[in-house]
């Protein structure tokens, strides 16, 4: 308590700010994090055995693994079964495929602007208290005249660069924070472009250039 009451008596409204900023930034990364964890973003078990099951003609088992799952991909996934199933062209399956995308990996990145706003600023806000500081220190330092007290001006920037390192301590895991819930959206598009991908494109039996190339081998001739 001590130590708190100093470190605000030292840098002053700047402190407040930044201790006020780092428990934002907690809270956004609790948040985060639990939010993750209620919509299975990690979870990638159940996309190939749905898209196995829709493809071979399963359909309700493919609804079955995709059913109550929050996962964005299941939310992607079921989009296009349900536009296949109702005969829709492949593009409009893929117009409804991108806007649901959207729409969950917006879910995912709610609250990452606040949290990049914390880690660009609190390294302004910490050498903006050094400054003001500083301006402080040589101010008592011009007061004391011809009185040089080399300790008032050592003491004066020292408190002064407290708020550079606050400003560091709150940015630095703000940062790291940030990439990695940006890493993991990234990583979350990458698997609904590939999923809807797995899942839209045609059979090797209905496609004509693979009968073309392949079907007289299948059947026992020579590739001519």
Request: glycine share 8%.
């Amino acid at each position: 308590m001590q130590r708190l009451n100093f470190l605000l008596e030292s840098g002053g409204p700047v402190i407040v700010l930044l201790i006020a900023m780092s428990i934002v930034s907690l809270a956004i990364f609790l948040l985060k994090t639990w939010q993750l964890v209620k919509l299975r973003a990690f979870d990638r078990a159940f996309v190939t055995p749905a898209i196995n099951a829709w493809r071979s003609g399963r359909a309700d088992q493919a609804r079955a693994l995709l059913a109550g799952n929050p996962s964005p991909l299941a939310r992607t996934l079921e989009a296009v079964m349900r536009m296949q199933a109702s005969g829709a062209n492949a593009d409009a399956t893929a117009t409804e495929a991108s806007r649901v995308a959207a729409l969950q990996l917006d879910i995912m990145r709610r609250l990452l602007r606040p949290l990049e706003l914390i880690a660009y600023l609190s390294p302004l806000l910490g050498l903006l208290g050094t400054v003001i500081g500083m301006i402080r220190a040589f101010q008592a330092l011009e007061q004391a005249g011809s009185r040089i007290d080399p300790g008032l001006l050592s003491g004066g920037i020292w408190e002064a660069l407290l708020t550079t390192a606050a400003g560091l301590i709150v940015a630095i895991p703000a940062v790291v924070m940030l990439q990695w819930f940006e890493r993991v959206a990234e990583r979350t598009a990458l698997d609904m472009r590939d999923a809807v991908g797995r899942l839209t494109r045609p059979a090797p039996a209905q496609n004509s250039l693979w009968r073309e190339q392949y079907a007289p081998i299948r059947e026992g001739g020579e590739a001519s």
